[in-house]
């Protein structure tokens, strides 16, 4: 789903993805529950399993459950992170800088090399998600993640400079956690999220263009 081989409204088959897959259509029936549950895929009845098509509100209110969690959580676990978690930060921030730098030299046509930013991305908000010990914030904040991602990826690649500005944002948000500084830690955190959801509303605005032009 992430790649874009499945389109926003396109009905699934258990019995294809399994076969496409080369498994039972068991695990198949267990994604798909948990891709309902996260509100990627959604169900009608008699009829079946389709791709949600995402609205400018759906983007706006992931972002705004990300953002009020997020800031809030940050707040609490930044006088408290170990120096392993500090490590970690740092860790996670170099991974995506080797990737920006290799997307760089490959001029931003492959998308192995986003992916591992994104899964960077992701592991470090879990680094202060996991600090939290907060499973319930945890779930809900992931699921929103998921969602932006998932539109993110579909049908459309970020470009390098959008990659870029992420970068340079976990990166003031890990210098400032590593200081202890939970002011500029917030406020880090907050610019990182309202510049990604700026960001997603031009790609869903760019493709609804797209998508009414092909009609």
């Not at 496409?20 to 996260?38: F, M, N, Q, V």
């Not at 192995?112 to 998600?129: G, N, P, T, V, W």
Request: hydrophobic residues 40%; glycine residues 4%; aromatic residues 8%.
């Amino acid at each position: 789903m992430m790649s874009g081989e499945l389109v926003p409204g396109q009905k699934l088959s258990e019995q294809k993805l399994a076969d496409a897959c080369g498994i039972s259509r068991t695990p198949i029936h267990g994604a798909i529950l948990r891709l309902i549950e996260e509100g990627m895929l959604y169900q009608l009845e008699k009829s079946g399993t389709y791709v949600t098509k995402f609205t400018r509100a759906d983007i706006l209110s992931a972002y705004d459950i990300r953002e009020a969690i997020e800031t809030h959580e940050i707040a609490r676990v930044v006088p408290i992170l170990t120096d392993r978690e500090k490590h970690n930060l740092k860790q996670e921030c170099q991974s995506m800088h080797d990737s920006l730098v290799a997307l760089r030299r490959s001029e931003g046509q492959t998308s192995d090399l986003e992916s591992a930013f994104l899964k960077h991305d992701m592991a470090f908000h879990r680094i202060f998600l996991d600090a939290a010990k907060n499973p319930l914030a945890t779930k809900v904040v992931l699921a929103a993640y998921q969602r932006n991602r998932f539109f993110g990826l579909l049908r459309h690649q970020h470009t390098f400079r959008n990659i870029a500005w992420a970068w340079y944002h976990h990166e003031k948000i890990a210098r400032a956690a590593c200081r202890g500084d939970v002011e500029d830690a917030v406020r880090w955190m907050r610019a990182h999220i309202q510049r990604s959801r700026t960001d997603a509303l031009a790609r869903f605005t760019q493709a609804s263009r797209r998508d009414k032009s092909k009609n």
